[in-house]
């Protein structure tokens, strides 16, 4: 089974805070995404990686930037929070480009 | 880039009856379309997928049906249980891309 890890559940952070979430996957994907979930308004892609190093905005990439030094692992990071990104980010790996695999969900508050 | 439209956003069916969820995308060079399923408070995970070569595609209670033409495709769940309630996304990558542009998602709730 494809396994794709966040590092945390649940995180509160303060307006201002510079945050790292994490995302591990443990098949040798080539394609990285991470998605942010609001109700209504469904999954919305924030950054993809299609190689170690390499990244490519999505639709909506202002106030975050990633990391993909490791080809199993790619972090999202949000330079100074906003309650504007209090919101569920999901991270999701593909070997076929087309399938996605999606890890458990990080729930991010911040206040 | 896609457009992609999912109708309706909350489906109430009774244990038993038949749910349909549409979805209409607007790039006509699109030729996957995967079919999510979200339960609460657990990640979504692919159902079932169809491409563009095939009109329609089954497994076991659900399947799904591409119109190319008319630029839509749709999930129908036949004898509902409760099981199956969870919110739905449809998806489509643009033409020449692998990225998918989801539906905003349909919760279905069915009632025992």
């Known amino acids: 089974d494809v396994k794709v890890t966040q590092s945390s559940r649940y995180l509160v952070k303060r307006t201002g805070e510079k945050v790292f979430l994490e995302c591990v996957q443990d098949m040798d994907h080539e394609n990285m995404f991470w998605y942010r979930q609001d109700p209504g308004l469904g999954l919305r892609l924030i950054y993809f990686s299609y190689d170690v190093k390499m990244k490519e905005k999505g639709d909506i990439p202002e106030g975050y930037s990633v990391s993909r030094e490791k080809k199993e692992r790619f972090s999202l990071i949000l330079e100074s929070a906003s309650t504007n990104q209090t919101s569920m980010y999901l991270c999701?790996?593909?070997?076929?480009?087309?399938?996605?695999?999606f890890g458990s969900g990080t729930q991010l508050s911040v206040l | 880039g896609e457009n992609v439209e999912q109708h309706p956003s909350t489906l109430s069916v009774q244990e038993g009856d038949s749910a349909v969820i549409k979805c209409t995308y607007s790039?006509?060079?699109?030729?996957?379309f995967p079919w999510y399923k979200q339960e609460l408070g657990k990640r979504p995970q692919l159902i079932i997928d169809i491409r563009s070569n095939v009109g329609e595609k089954k497994d076991q209670r659900i399947a799904v049906t591409l119109n190319k033409t008319a630029k839509h495709f749709s999930l129908h769940i036949t004898e509902t249980q409760p099981e199956d309630s969870a919110v739905y996304f449809c998806a489509a990558p643009p033409g020449g891309s692998y990225i998918p542009t989801f539906g905003r998602g349909t919760s279905l709730i069915v009632h025992p």
């Open positions: 999701a790996s593909s070997f076929d480009p087309e399938k996605l695999f």
């Open positions: 790039d006509s060079a699109s030729n996957y």
